[in-house]
């Protein structure tokens, strides 16, 4: 009987997961992830910085905004063939004023005891939106960065998401049930916006718990920061009456971005 009941309630939980999900785009964010994430996932999304994939040989360069993504909008490539030369040459500036808005900063103490909990704050400006994704990771790296738990920073319960309204925001967590433990290191920002015609740029913030390992030593923490870039531009995107904003650059385009902040060496005394 027990276990009959057991059996019931994972049934009903697994499928408020389902119906809690609606379908996973990547433009609009994860919606339906609520998990840890790492940087590696966003294989479609350009980089700012050839270090974040140092080690790929040529593919760092070519992973790179300008050539990734920006080269082929003044080429006229792909959805981008619909513009004109001066709507395109406007989307590329709009684009660019948005990347140089978007920001990524981490704030934690120098210095923790062993097993202490204590605070990390991220902060990010920028993000076309609907949606940003911040996550806790420990290498700047696109390949290699694994999610913060794996190097001994634990996530003591549910991370404190403030959106571009300064309102807390729990929706998009609360799609993880509670049992499962909603301590997760990446989260999803919703109901962010920025507009590069008008130069109004995002922001949002996560704040979250952290407890330190009982190994004393120097260990790694930075933000792994995930943003769109052509909704903030009136080229960078069509309407369509069902799915409403569509990129111009479609789903499998490179108008996504992956960015990090420094990395910080917490020190565990
Ligand atoms: C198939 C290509 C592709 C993959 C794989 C991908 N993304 Fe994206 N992502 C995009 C595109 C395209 C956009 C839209 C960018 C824009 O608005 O210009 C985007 C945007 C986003 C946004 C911002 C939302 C928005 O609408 O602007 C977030 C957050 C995001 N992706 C996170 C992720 C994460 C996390 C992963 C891995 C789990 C991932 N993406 C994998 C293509 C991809």
């Known amino acids: 009987m027990n276990r009959f009941i057991t059996a019931l309630a994972i049934a009903a939980l697994l499928l408020g997961v389902a119906l809690a999900s609606p379908s996973a785009a990547y433009p609009g964010g994860t919606p339906g992830f609520q998990t840890d994430v790492a940087p590696f996932c966003a294989t479609c999304h350009s980089s700012l910085t050839e270090s974040a994939l140092a080690g790929s040989g040529e593919r760092a360069a070519k992973m790179l905004a300008e050539n990734h993504h920006l080269s082929l909008i003044s080429a006229g490539e792909k959805g981008y063939a619909a513009l004109s030369p001066e709507q395109r040459t406007e989307l590329v500036a709009h684009i660019r004023a948005l990347d140089e808005a ?63 309204d300064f309102k807390e925001q729990t929706g998009w967590i609360a799609r993880r049930p509670e049992v499962w433990g909603r301590n997760l290191s990446y989260v999803n920002v919703t109901g962010v916006s920025s507009d590069a015609t008008t130069g109004d740029w995002g922001h949002a913030r996560v704040v979250w718990t952290l407890r330190a390992p009982q190994e004393a030593g120097k260990r790694p923490l930075a933000a792994a920061y995930w943003y769109g870039t052509e909704k903030a531009s009136p080229h960078g995107f069509t309407t369509d009456p069902i799915r409403g904003k569509q990129v111009r650059g479609g789903f499998g385009g490179h108008s996504g971005r992956v960015r990090f902040s420094d990395v910080l060496q917490v020190e565990v005394k």
């Not at 990524?104 to 204590?118: D, H, S, Y």
Request: hydrophobic share 50%; no cysteine.
């Open 102 to 164: 978007s920001t990524v900063a981490i704030e934690a103490p120098a210095e923790v005891a062993a097993g202490e909990t204590f605070q990390v704050t991220v902060s990010v400006t920028g993000g076309a939106g609907p949606a940003v994704a911040i996550g806790l990771v420990d290498a700047a790296h696109r390949n290699l960065a694994r999610a913060a738990p794996a190097a001994g920073w634990q996530v003591v319960g549910a991370p404190a998401i403030t959106g571009q």
